[in-house]
């Protein structure tokens, strides 16, 4: 058996589908080795990989299991970057010891095309922008609540400051999912009030996970289930200590795009604010194009993640003739079926259970 084989077998004896977890292992080093160890950009191993998926609709590890001299043809190759790859083969089994590694430390991988993606990148970034794999230490199922991100566009005072450590607090309470940047400032107070308060919360780091030695405090709540760390680059990667970090912007990038709904603290406002993701701000603000709503308690926040899909979904439809005047009124949604799809995105408050019943027989 090779060092390979040795390695996969032993990763996925405790997993209920051996198989399976050997597939998606060795399927997800295929696309590491082509995004960092084969020498082609970033850029182009995207594009090869996406065009693998939806022209060929076949896993880039079973044409790289065969010979070389295929590989052209099957991916599209030029001449030179097929035998670029063809003198990287040999990396392809260290890449995937050293995911078998990462796992056994609590890294993990998930790619672009597994279900675990989070679905608000694929709404809320270019497909060119999406993270081809992204790496997580901690409970991916955290991202099932929904997230919300607060963005100050320069330093709050004391009293905004306070205003968004008990507002993210509320929501959490609530069932939302905190959500910072590894950064100083208030990210870094807000992260230290949630595990003060063994809230859950998701933080997106500007480096790669494999390199970063997480504090007590939040190791405990990783391993507990309540945190998780997110990082859209590649695993060993480390920012330079001499000079700024230089993907904290595309950090910031990440995080937005990342999060279910936006709470704006303090302007200047971010210039890419999405229309199918609810943006609020904090009250006392001047408002901003695409940011219209002052945050007033969890419930309204939520009633929008449920609407918002809604109406983005009617503002992107064709546009037809309006209906005849004998057309009969769209009947309005059943409450109950609001508050279905209300509590897939978190806990649902009882009050807001009553108002919106209430509402529904007005």
């Not at 065969?66 to 089994?93: C, D, H, I, K, Y």
């Amino acid at each position: 058996m090779t060092a390979l084989c040795y390695a996969l077998a032993m990763t996925s004896t405790t997993l209920p589908d051996a198989e399976r977890a050997q597939s998606d292992l060795a399927e997800t080093a295929a696309w590491h080795w082509l995004a960092y160890e084969s020498g082609l950009s970033l850029r182009r191993a995207k594009a090869i990989i996406l065009d693998q998926l939806q022209t060929r609709k076949r896993p880039l590890h079973d044409t790289l299991s065969e010979a070389p001299s295929s590989w052209q043809t099957a991916l599209g190759l030029t001449v030179e970057e097929a035998q670029m790859l063809e003198n990287q083969r040999a990396q392809l089994e260290s890449v995937t010891k050293t995911l078998v590694g990462w796992n056994q430390q609590g890294l993990g991988l998930v790619r672009w095309d597994e279900p675990g993606y989070p679905p608000t990148l694929r709404a809320h970034m270019r497909p060119e922008e999406q993270p081809l794999l992204l790496g997580y230490r901690g409970e991916l199922g955290l991202l099932e609540m929904p997230a919300v991100l607060a963005l100050a566009g320069s330093p709050p005072d004391e009293d905004a400051g306070v205003w968004t450590l008990e507002t993210m607090l509320e929501l959490a309470g609530e069932g939302a999912l905190p959500l910072a940047v590894g950064r100083a400032g208030l990210d870094a107070e807000l992260v230290r009030a949630l595990l003060s308060a063994e809230a859950p919360l998701a933080l997106a780091l500007p480096r790669g996970l494999a390199s970063y030695s997480p504090p007590p405090a939040l190791a405990a709540a990783i391993s507990s289930g309540r945190a998780l760390l997110l990082s859209p680059f590649r695993p060993d990667w480390t920012p330079p200590s001499s000079e700024p970090n230089p993907v904290l912007a595309p950090t910031l990038g990440f995080a937005q795009a990342l999060a279910n709904a936006l709470l704006i603290i303090t302007p200047p406002h971010p210039q890419n604010l999405l229309p199918e993701q609810p943006c609020f701000l904090r009250p006392g603000i001047p408002k901003t194009v695409g940011c219209q709503s002052y945050y007033s308690d969890p419930e309204t926040l939520f009633l929008r993640l449920v609407e918002t899909p809604v109406a983005a979904a009617i503002a992107n439809a064709p546009s037809f003739a309006p209906p005849s005047p004998t057309t009969p009124p769209t009947p309005s949604l059943d409450p109950e079926k609001l508050i279905d799809q209300l509590s897939a995105l978190g806990n649902v408050p009882e009050a807001m259970k009553a108002r919106l019943r209430n509402q529904a027989n007005d």
